[in-house]
Structures are given as C-alpha cells and as structure tokens.
C-alpha cells in the first residue's frame, strides 16, 4: 500500500453512532494529521498527533498514533449528519530538511445517515 | 478565525495558455504550499516554499510551474502553458508549524 492508506473506502452508519476509520502508512513520521472535506470544498484541518504521542482528544475526536504499527485511527463519537464528509490522514515524514510536505492518503468516505 | 484565502474559485483556461492562480496565506503564517487534487484522485503535494524560495518540490512540479510571493501577503502559482491534464483543484496552505490549514481551492479547467 501506499503512505497514508486509509480504510475503509466508504463507510455508512446511522446518526448516533460511532465511526471509526483507520490510516497506514510506510515511511518513519513526523506527525499524521487529519483533514475532512465536504463534496468539492477545502480541506479542514482537524486534529495532528506527533510521533511521540499515543492519543489525542478534540471534542467528539479521537486519534490514534501506533509507530510500530505505522498505522492510526480517528474515531468520531457520537456521529452527526453533519459529519458527511471525506476523511484524510496525511503524514508528515520530516527528515533532516523538514519541508513539510504532506503525503495524503485516498481518504474514506462517510456517509450519516438522519 | 484568520483563514487561508484562494481566488479565483474557477478559473477556466484554453490549452497553452497561462494562468496565475492566487493565495492570501494566514497573516502570521511563514510556511507556504500548493497542493492538487484530480477529481476524484488524492491530494497531491506540489511545492512547498519558505523564507522566499522553495523549500522542496515533487516531480509534477516541472519547469511550467512557478511560484512566488511577491508582496507580504499573496502567494501565487503560476502555470506557463496549461495542459488538458492541469485540470484539478489547486489548494494553497500556509502553516505557523506543523499544522497547515488549506484554502477553499481554485478549480481550474483546462479546455
């Protein structure tokens, strides 16, 4: 797979109820973040976790970082309508010529049914 | 909330020709980038820019594409000689540290 693969493609759940969507990628990081993007708009930025974190809470988000897994998870409790949205995880590899430069995944689709 | 600005949010253009696409990046904001997105495809990173000059570039980045900024505030992609396959949503981030907050996007349609 490629840097920044999330899963699943697409998810449907009912208004209420908790989506989970799950993000790998290959290289060693810097920090992931997390970007939402409603239907032909811009990126939201959402939440960043650093390499040397484990979790990290915003609101009704929930991020997960496992380095030795090269993988993460953003759970959003609670879910709303309003929560449509595609969902990204981008990586952030640094190095020793930290540009920034973002690698973004192909994101999952989710989908809050009223 | 300061945010990132990009005009225009459509620009339509005929093969060969060139366009500037335009960004106002968050005031205190000193990191600059553009990234692409095909309809449909990931977002794709184009060139990242600091302290006036580039800081990395990818290999869609080639000698048709320039950046600059050429005042305090706006931050500019320039397209010499557009393609059919330049069609795509350009977004224009800017970031403090490590968090990069994107514009709105330009959609450009190259005919």
């Known amino acids: 797979s490629q840097q920044g693969e999330e899963d699943p493609q697409a998810l449907s759940i009912q208004e209420g109820e908790n989506a989970t969507m799950n993000c790998s990628y290959k290289t060693s990081i810097n920090n992931l973040q997390w970007y939402r993007q409603n239907s032909g708009r811009g990126l939201v930025h959402l939440i960043l976790?650093?390499?040397?974190?484990r979790e990290k809470h915003s609101g009704r988000l929930r991020v997960t970082l496992d380095t030795s897994k090269k993988s993460s998870s953003l759970l959003i409790t609670a879910s709303r309508a309003a929560d449509t949205a595609s969902y990204f995880c981008?990586?952030?590899?640094?190095?020793?010529?930290?540009?920034?430069?973002?690698?973004f995944g192909q994101g999952t689709t989710l989908q809050v049914k009223p | 909330e300061p945010e990132v600005t990009q005009t225009p949010s459509h620009q339509v253009t005929q093969m060969g020709q060139e366009v500037i696409l335009r960004c106002v990046p968050i005031?205190?904001?000193?990191?600059f980038y553009w990234y692409r997105q095909i309809l449909g495809q990931k977002v794709e990173f184009l060139v990242s820019?600091?302290?006036?000059?580039?800081?990395?570039k990818s290999e869609i980045f080639d000698d048709q594409f320039s950046v600059e900024r050429p005042d305090g505030s706006n931050f500019t992609l320039k397209i010499r000689s557009t393609k059919l396959e330049d069609s795509a949503m350009y977004f224009c981030a800017s970031s403090a540290d490590y968090e990069q907050y994107f514009g709105p996007g330009t959609r450009l349609t190259v005919t």
């Open positions: 981008a990586t952030d590899a640094g190095g020793s010529s930290n540009t920034g430069k973002l690698i």
């Open positions: 820019f600091y302290n006036n000059e580039i800081s990395e």
């Open positions: 976790i650093r390499s040397n974190e």
């Open positions: 005031s205190n904001h000193l990191y």
